[in-house]
């Protein structure tokens, strides 16, 4: 059974940058069906994708954090990473690392037709100095 | 603000049918598939609907998923007090870069 484990700082200052790891056991982060992607929740609110990484290291990003997002993966540790830059309290939430189930057609990703499962427990990570 | 526009609450009763609503564009909805999350108070999201009304293994049939246009619905028939949960909307992007875009949830109460 595939599971997702979040792992990193839960206090992060203003203006530094939020690292956190995601390790993945019961099943192989190199198999063509799926990216991996990070979600994130702010307290008592609702959820926001951050972005999703293929095992070849390519990603997708949300336009709207691409400028301070970098998201990276290790398959000999079968993990992969978030780093969120110059991070502000509005970066505090719970962030999840979930397996991306994508839909290929001709080699083309069909982003539309793809969904998140299972998902981590998730992590909350606080920003403030 | 959500891209996606859900009711922050619905409630029902046991054993009643209850519907939830997701209201989109034609960027999100309209031109792509609908997605369903079902969070537990305190635990992480889980896939309930997936490509407008398939379901994962082991969800049950009480739960149900329909699209029309720009909107979407589920349905959860037979309600238990275990269906008590926040659930969430989804759907991909195509307006810009492109973005996986959420609705703001539904807190279900069972009465």
């Known amino acids: 059974q595939l599971q997702l484990q979040e792992s990193g700082p839960g206090l992060v200052k203003p203006s530094e940058t939020l690292s956190l790891t995601c390790t993945v056991s019961?099943?192989?982060?190199?198999?063509?069906?799926?990216?991996w992607g990070w979600i994130r929740q702010p307290p008592g609110k609702g959820l926001e994708w951050i972005g999703s990484i293929y095992y070849s290291g390519s990603t997708y990003y949300n336009p709207s954090l691409k400028s301070r997002v970098t998201i990276s993966v290790d398959t000999s540790k079968n993990q992969f990473s978030l780093k969120l830059s110059s991070v502000t309290a509005a970066d505090t939430a719970v962030y999840y690392c979930a397996r991306h189930f994508i839909t290929m057609v001709r080699g083309v990703i069909i982003l539309g037709n793809s969904w998140f499962d299972p998902w981590g427990q998730g992590t909350l990570v606080t920003v403030s100095s | 603000q959500s891209v996606l526009t859900q009711p922050p609450s619905a409630s029902g009763t046991p054993g009643q049918r209850v519907t939830i609503s997701c209201s989109g564009s034609?960027?999100?909805?309209?031109?792509?598939?609908v997605y369903w999350y079902q969070q537990l108070p305190g635990t992480a999201p889980k896939l309930l609907i997936y490509?407008?009304?398939q379901r994962p293994s082991g969800v049950p049939d009480r739960f149900s998923g329909s699209k029309s246009g720009t909107s979407a619905s589920l349905a959860i028939s037979g309600l238990r007090s275990e269906d008590e949960a926040d659930y969430y909307c989804?759907?991909?992007?195509?307006?810009?870069?492109?973005?996986?875009?959420f609705g703001g949830g539904t807190k279900l109460t069972v009465l």
């Open positions: 989804a759907a991909w992007d195509d307006s810009l870069s492109g973005s996986w875009v």
């Open positions: 490509r407008n009304n």
């Open positions: 019961g099943g192989s982060i190199s198999s063509s069906s799926y990216y």
């Open positions: 034609s960027s999100n909805i309209g031109s792509n598939y």
